[in-house]
């Protein structure tokens, strides 16, 4: 069958049906990966983790009265065939679509790539960093410029600073900035740490 694995999974079978969690585990790890992928055209209109999950707790819980049928991945199929039906379930339940495979790698690939950049945010942020006082903004644009490609040290020596004095630069433009971008209505979380 198309879609299930060259090991028979099925080789579990007999421990799961007595209710060994660990031949469970061991043909979870091989059948999951399958599983999900079976679900994949659903992934935009449902939850397909919450899908599998529950596909999954079936599986264990029907576990004990399988009967194969002969051929190998038997448990397997009757997993895809649970998770298949719990989806189409969950997609008349919300009144969703299903969408292709072709849909979903683009929606994919539209997801991962870059946002383009906010023009009126990055403005505020251009005039907030302007208002720095001059050593905090040093020691900023330092550590945008170095863009973790030198350590803490090499930027203070480079401004002429102590390690601790720059430190305190830093945490002190980047208050300073969030105070200023607060203040424009942009919601800001800082990191914790320098």
Known sequence: MAGTSTIDLDTHLTAIIAGHTRSFG???????????????????????????????????????????????????????????????????????????????????????????????????????????PARPRQALDARLAGAGGQSDNQLAGGLGMRLNTFLQNVTRARQLLADCLTRRGVTVTLEIGP
């Open 26 to 132: 061991a043909w979870l790890a091989g059948a999951e990966p399958h599983v999900r992928d079976s679900l994949r055209s659903f992934a935009r209109a449902i939850d397909v983790e919450a899908v599998l999950q529950e596909t999954l707790l079936r599986v264990w819980q029907v576990a004990p009265r399988f009967i194969p049928d002969g051929r190998a991945n038997g448990l397997l199929r009757l997993a895809i065939r649970i998770g298949r039906n719990l989806a189409i379930s969950e997609v008349r339940r919300t009144r969703a679509t299903p969408t292709g495979g072709e849909d979903l790698d683009a929606a994919l690939a539209a997801a991962e790539a870059p946002a383009a950049p906010d023009p009126m945010l990055r403005r505020a942020i251009g005039e907030c960093r302007d208002k720095l």
